[in-house]
């Protein structure tokens, strides 16, 4: 029996086989040795991913006690660029055969005294570490590499940790006419829309021999009637030298600053403005709260402060004339043609010192067979200023009388003037 030509070439001629797989032999040999080669000529690749850390802690100025948060964050720390970068990640640090985060830490600690204290940002300063403020908390993962390979060790260090603070800083506040706490309630005068009331001066006194820092006053809830005065001499406000800190106006025991504030209502569509003539009611009152906030020299927050204000905010008189309320005209325009015009006039009657000003939010004619120029919706009217519309009514064909409604910001905000259609009655 002859031997099949299948057979002959991959089963019983022993060269044929080595010749078959030769190309695929050497070439997995050489794959395995480029990796190999690789793994050796680039051991950073051999190397396990990493926990990579956020750290952070409080350092304090040991004589003046200013606190300063650090964190290994360049996005949150105050680095300048003489403080190398570190990545903070596990390893053996301490030497105690374990790795966990007390290693970070401790690495951490050392990065704080070998080279962010001696930095610019910190350096001829005396610094210590808030006791239980150094944390790390692993928000990633690190991968060795030749650009960013493993940190290597920092020396040791020899960090001061802060004592307890001792401060009888205590924030008191006073101003003419403010209730006793906890009310604090201060009233402004009535003010018209668009003025000002006399400022009131709002004294701030630490009654207390440890100093504090005045970090925010605030009026809260967005709204814009209460002014205060930044630029008055005897502000509470940062000095250029605490500014550049970053830290709040420091009051000495027995200090005082003060706060100058105005009650400057203005127009807004959902608060309400009272007449002068309508004494009693409360529905205009302009309430906002303003907080104090303060701090020891340490960092310690002292309980906030919060004065209630209150102001009725005055708006003007809304007059309108013709004081009937109707408009007519004395003749019945041909077809397609329209009547000669009638005035309206609207005004905001009253003197300055006892009105405020009047904002027409919207002036409507209707239906279209009128027409009334021009438009004065946003117009605001100061005590004793007027505006001028003309109406004319076009012929159409029908018989519907018409109208023009005003809506203010007054206290009568809606007047609605009837336009008689001439089809139904002409003036007399």
Not at 161 to 188: H, I, K, M, Q, W
Not at 317 to 336: D, G, K, N, Y
Not at 362 to 378: H, I, K, Y
């Amino acid at each position: 029996m002859g031997i099949s030509k299948q057979l002959r070439q991959y089963r019983l001629v022993p060269g044929l086989p080595i010749q078959r797989r030769l190309p695929l032999v050497l070439f997995t040999v050489a794959v395995v040795g480029w990796a190999t080669g690789c793994r050796l000529d680039h051991p950073f690749r051999a190397q396990p991913p990493n926990n990579r850390y956020r750290c952070d802690a409080l350092v304090r100025d040991a004589s003046t006690h200013e606190p300063f948060r650090i964190s290994s964050n360049p996005s949150f720390s105050p680095l300048t660029a003489d403080v190398p970068q570190r990545l903070f990640v596990l390893n053996d640090w301490n030497g105690d055969g374990h790795s966990d985060v007390n290693d970070v830490k401790a690495d951490w600690r050392r990065y704080i005294f070998n080279k962010l204290l001696p930095s610019a940002r910190f350096a001829g300063r005396t610094w210590c570490v808030e006791p239980g403020s150094i944390n790390c908390t692993a928000n990633a993962y690190f991968y060795p590499t030749e650009r960013t390979p493993f940190p290597s060790a920092l020396d040791a260090e020899r960090l001061v940790t802060c004592p307890p603070e001792s401060s009888d800083a205590r924030l008191e506040v006073s101003a003419p006419g403010l209730t006793p706490a906890p009310d604090y309630r201060l009233n402004f005068p009535d003010t018209p829309i668009g003025q000002s009331s006399l400022v009131t001066t709002i004294t701030l006194r630490n009654a207390g021999t440890g100093s504090l820092r005045v970090n925010s006053t605030d009026v809260l809830g967005g709204y814009h009637d209460y002014v205060i005065d930044p630029l008055a001499s005897g502000g509470c406000q940062p000095t250029e030298g605490e500014l550049g800190r970053g830290v709040g106006h420091e009051l000495a025991g027995g200090a005082t600053c003060s706060l100058r504030v105005q009650f400057r209502p203005e127009y807004r569509s959902v608060a309400a403005e009272c007449d002068r003539d309508d004494t009693m009611s409360m529905h205009c009152n302009r309430g906002a709260p303003l907080q104090i906030m303060s701090e020891t020299l340490g960092g310690s927050t002292l309980l906030p402060i919060t004065l209630n204000f209150n102001g009725r905010a005055i708006g003007g008189r809304l007059v309108v004339v013709p004081a009937s309320l109707e408009i007519c005209f004395p003749t019945v325009p041909t077809s397609r043609a329209c009547t000669e015009e009638r005035a309206i006039t609207i005004r905001n009657d009253g003197a300055r010192s006892t009105t405020g000003n009047i904002t027409i939010t919207s002036a409507v004619v209707f239906p279209s067979d009128f027409f009334a120029t021009p438009s004065l919706v946003g117009t605001t009217l100061a005590p004793g200023e007027f505006r001028t519309v003309r109406v004319r009514y076009c012929e159409r064909g029908d018989r519907n009388d018409g109208g023009y409604r005003v809506n203010s910001s007054g206290v009568n905000p809606t007047v609605n003037i009837a336009i008689i259609n001439p089809n139904n009655r002409t003036c007399p």
